[in-house]
T-cell receptor, first 115, second 114 residues
Framework: NAGVTQTPKFRILKIGQSMTLQCAQDMNHNYMYWYRQDPGMGLKLIYYSVGAGITDKGEVPNGYNVSRSTTEYFPLRLELAAPSQTSVYFC??????????????FGEGSWLTVV | QKEVEQNSGPLSVPEGAIASLNCTYSDRVSQSFFWYRQYSGKSPELIMSIYSNGDKEDGRFTAQLNKASQYVSLLIRDSQPSDSATYLCVPSRGSGAGSYQLTFGKGTKLSVIP
C-alpha cells in the first residue's frame, strides 16, 4: 500500500548545485502537487499538475521546474540551489481537484538543506 | 484582511478536556472547509470536511460551520496526548479557476497535557 512515495528523504546541497526530487503515486490519481514548508510556516504550493503533460505554477514556482510525462511520476527539479530553498518538500496527489472534497494524499516529505 | 484567520497558539488543554479550535474567514473564500492535522515532522492529513451550516460529528471530532458569523471550528472531545499536533483550517475553493489550490496556513498548535 505505497500511496505517494518521495525520494530522497534527506539531502544536503551546496549553493549552485541542482537536483531532482522524485515523486511517484500508485493510485492512478490525475492531480499531483508539490508543496514546500518552511519552519513554523504553512505549506506553499510550488507547482501542480492536472494530468500527464499538463503542469501549472502555484504560489512559489521560482527556482523550480516540473514535468509530468506519465500519470504516476511528478519530479521536481531545483536548478542552482539557494539557501532560501532550504525547506521540507511535500508531494501530494488527489483523484480530483483539491477543493472537490476528495482527500489529498501526501508523501512523507523530503528535507532539503542548501549550504 | 486575510482570507482565513486562525490563532497560531499554542493552545494547551488537559487530557480529557474539550479542545476548541477556531478560525474566522472573509467573504472572499468559499464557505466550505477542511480540517487537516499535522504532527511535527509529518505531512498533513485530512480529518474532517464541512460544507453546510451546522455541526458535523465524527467520533471525538465535531466540525462546526456558522456562515452568518463567518467562523468555523473544530471541537475535540476527551482530548488525548496523541491529539497534540497542529490543526489547519483550510478553505475549499470550489470549482473553477484556482480550484486546484488549497491554502494551508500555519494552523493552531494544540498541546494536550497528560
Amino acid at each position: 500500500n505505497a500511496g505517494v512515495t518521495q525520494t530522497p528523504k534527506f539531502r544536503i546541497l551546496k549553493i549552485g548545485q541542482s537536483m531532482t526530487l522524485q515523486c511517484a503515486q500508485d493510485m492512478n490519481h490525475n492531480y499531483m502537487y508539490w508543496y514546500r514548508q518552511d519552519p513554523g510556516m504553512g505549506l506553499k504550493l510550488i507547482y501542480y499538475s492536472v494530468g500527464a503533460g499538463i503542469t501549472d505554477k502555484g504560489e512559489v514556482p521560482n527556482g523550480y521546474n516540473v514535468s509530468r510525462s506519465t500519470t504516476e511520476y511528478f519530479p521536481l527539479r531545483l536548478e542552482l540551489a539557494a539557501p532560501s530553498q532550504t525547506s521540507v518538500y511535500f508531494c501530494a496527489s488527489s483523484s480530483t481537484g483539491a477543493s472537490s472534497g476528495n482527500t489529498i494524499y501526501f508523501g512523507e516529505g523530503s528535507w532539503l538543506t542548501v549550504v | 484582511q486575510k482570507e482565513v484567520e486562525q490563532n497560531s497558539g499554542p493552545l494547551s488543554v488537559p487530557e480529557g478536556a474539550i479542545a476548541s479550535l477556531n478560525c474566522t474567514y472573509s467573504d472572499r473564500v468559499s464557505q466550505s472547509f477542511f480540517w487537516y492535522r499535522q504532527y511535527s515532522g509529518k505531512s498533513p492529513e485530512l480529518i474532517m470536511s464541512i460544507y453546510s451550516n451546522g455541526d458535523k460529528e465524527d467520533g471525538r471530532f465535531t466540525a462546526q460551520l456558522n456562515k452568518a458569523s463567518q467562523y468555523v471550528s473544530l471541537l475535540i472531545r476527551d482530548s488525548q496526548p496523541s491529539d497534540s499536533a497542529t490543526y489547519l483550517c483550510v478553505p475549499s475553493r470550489g470549482s473553477g479557476a484556482g480550484s486546484y489550490q488549497l491554502t494551508f496556513g500555519k494552523g493552531t498548535k494544540l498541546s494536550v497535557i497528560p
